[in-house]
């Protein structure tokens, strides 16, 4: 399996859990997204972008990264230019630091609908800000490690069929549910979490480093 860690321009916070899933992996940092760089003590291999909102004050090691520079008006956002480079060198994992959050609510909804995509196309693909994480559901069964009392939520891009939880506080048993249906938002995990799905296209968005409340 090769590794790939993508840092996009979204939220991000370190933490011990985030430090283990990047670890030993290759880095490709998508133009804002090098901030994270410093954040997470990486040094990527490639710069990827239009450049448009490259951080102030990088140190020489991070402004000495190889460049992919692409016109502003372009027709792929400089992630997606970031994920398909990483899959030209030959991901099979992806870690998307940065997917959530930032100034452009369209390009994390993106990284949410593409993370689903590459998954059906037999990518690993976890999407994180550190404090959350989300995860593409295929069909069939799935287990996460997840400690008990983690807040969780389903998010469906397509009716779902055959939607089953368990070990969750709110289990569900073989269901139907709409597409934009609440009712998998806000569960939370009780045991050994295991999410089976017979068909659809879903993520699994779990919060595993809860932040204080403002």
């Known amino acids: 399996m090769s590794k790939f860690t993508i840092l996009l321009g979204g939220d991000l916070i370190r933490t011990p859990l985030l430090d283990r899933q990047v670890e030993g ?25 239009d450049f448009d909102s490259v951080p102030a004050d990088l140190p020489g090691e991070l402004a000495a990264v190889p460049r992919q520079v692409f016109p502003a008006e372009k027709d792929k ?24 959050g930032g100034k452009r609510t369209d390009h994390a909804f993106l990284h949410l609908a593409l993370s689903v995509r590459l998954a059906e196309a037999g990518t690993e693909v976890l999407l994180t800000s550190g404090a959350q994480e989300g995860t593409p ?30 070990g969750a506080k709110w289990p569900l048993n073989h269901i139907e549910m709409a597409f934009g249906s609440s009712l998998t938002i806000s569960n939370e995990v009780k045991g050994r979490l295991e999410i089976a799905l017979g068909s659809g296209r879903a993520l699994l968005l779990a919060h595993p480093f809860p932040l204080p409340e403002s």
């Open 25 to 49: 992996s290759r880095v490709i940092a998508a133009d804002a997204g090098m901030s994270h760089a410093r954040t997470l003590s990486l040094t990527p291999e490639l710069w990827v972008g």
């Open 137 to 166: 559901l295929l069909r069939g069964k799935a287990g996460f490690d997840y400690a008990d009392g983690t807040l969780f939520s389903i998010l469906g891009f397509s009716d779902l069929t055959g939607l089953t939880v368990t």
């Open 77 to 100: 956002t400089d992630g997606e230019l970031a994920i398909a480079a990483a899959l030209e060198r030959g991901a099979t994992s992806l870690v998307l630091a940065g997917a959530f």
